[in-house]
């Protein structure tokens, strides 16, 4: 008898935690291994979050909380989208969650329906598809390319509806490519889904402060569209509060409560000193804010420093990310060359075999929907980065 239910089994494991895992396994048998392949910013929380975190401890904020979050932090949140993205969400129209990707589940299992299809541009993050397969959905891949700055077209998603279609779901800045859509890219794709009664956006906004490229857009701008997204954000990136775990969307009413209603019987509310802390980071202007300013000038110093060194490995093919702290280079040069007679078939085993040779941990481009790919994060020091790009180049050397 199966002990684990359909349901588990189908899910695959997180291809960007996995290779974590692998790299601390070569890191504990003595390897010095430069992991490049989580998606963590490499600053600590500011001050200034901090201190509201201890004052909320001190002031014995430690009970349950609401399930949908603080009143005060939803009415900071509606005050930021205002502030920030021109965006009018009450409060109530706010869910406050352990984080973007409990956020993002929220809305799909709120969503869809079993057989119900989900639009996933691709390059996507790699728990989108399992997300979707959770909620009984089929995830419908539509392949952005390279050329065209790894994002797709009105066009393309035109051809992608069929009468099955219920929700689109993409992110931006993108992660893994850090490609930004444009105010009139997001509106062509706003008018598409506008013309299809009962399709859904999901709008993936978690890497917003990190953009290098003029202000940040989003798809709920549109008031012809705004009725039927789910507009997804959180502390994790902006603010280096990866461990806080602290997410939200901001939604239609009805998707709201429900979105409230699913996570009361599941999680509850997200930690109490957490929300607290969250506050204060909602509370902060990104156009005026010191921390925030300087995180996203060493972030842009790292692209380009790395953007120089890929480009002088042969057989590399890069786009320019605008945002996020990630480059998706097209490596199918490497593939059918060996070492040792061990074929390099793919990104998979490419990532392998730079991790075991190389031991700088990398993500294969197949778990973000590209199989000719691999993901960089450049989340690290300039010197880690410098050294880590040089084993790759040599490493890469070796190969016949």
């Known amino acids: 008898m199966e002990v684990l239910s359909d349901r588990i089994n189908m899910l695959s494991e997180s291809e960007t935690l996995a290779m974590t895992r692998k790299s601390r396994e070569l890191t504990a048998k003595g390897y010095d291994v430069i992991n490049l392949s989580i998606g963590e910013p490499d600053f600590n929380t500011p001050e200034f979050i901090k201190e509201a975190a201890k004052k909320a401890i001190d002031e014995n904020k430690t009970h349950y909380p609401p399930v949908s979050g603080y009143p005060e932090l939803r009415q900071a949140i509606s005050e930021k989208l205002k502030r920030d993205n021109g965006l009018d969400y009450s409060p109530d129209q706010i869910v406050v969650s352990g984080g973007a990707k409990h956020s993002i589940a929220n809305a799909m299992l709120c969503l869809v329906n079993k057989g ?150 599941i999680t509850s509310a997200t930690c109490s000193i957490s929300q607290y802390a969250s506050i204060e980071a909602m509370k902060c202007d990104p156009a005026t804010s010191d921390e925030i300013k300087a995180m996203v000038e060493t972030f842009l110093e790292r692209r380009d420093l790395v953007l120089d060194l890929l480009e002088e490995i042969p057989g590399f093919k890069n786009n320019v990310p605008e945002g996020a702290f990630y480059f998706f280079p097209d490596v199918r040069a490497y593939f059918g060359k060996k070492f040792q007679g061990e074929e390099i078939r793919n990104s998979n085993d490419l990532c392998m075999y730079l991790l075991n040779n190389a031991h700088v941990a990398l993500v294969p481009g197949d778990a973000f929907g590209n199989p000719n790919c691999i993901r960089i994060s450049y989340a690290a020091s300039k010197d880690l980065m410098i050294s880590a790009i040089a084993r790759v180049s040599q490493a890469l050397k070796e190969l016949k």
């Open 116 to 265: 119900d299809e989900v639009i996933v541009p691709a390059p996507y993050w790699v728990s989108y598809k399992e997300i979707i397969k959770l909620a009984e959905g089929i995830p419908i891949v539509v392949q952005a390319t390279i050329e065209h700055d790894f994002k797709i077209t009105a066009e393309q998603l035109e051809a992608a509806i069929t009468p099955k279609t219920k929700v689109l779901i993409y992110s931006s800045p993108c992660n893994p490519t850090g490609s930004v859509y444009l105010k009139e890219e997001l509106k062509a794709i706003a008018e598409v889904v506008a013309a299809h009664p009962g399709i859904y956006i999901i709008s993936d906004e978690i890497y917003e402060l990190i953009s290098f490229e003029g202000k940040h857009e989003s798809i709920a701008q549109f008031d012809f569209i705004k009725d039927r997204v789910i507009t997804i954000n959180g502390v994790s990136k902006g603010f280096a509060m990866t461990g806080w775990r602290v997410g939200y969307l901001a939604a239609p009413l009805e998707i709201a409560k429900a979105c409230d209603k699913l996570q009361g019987q």
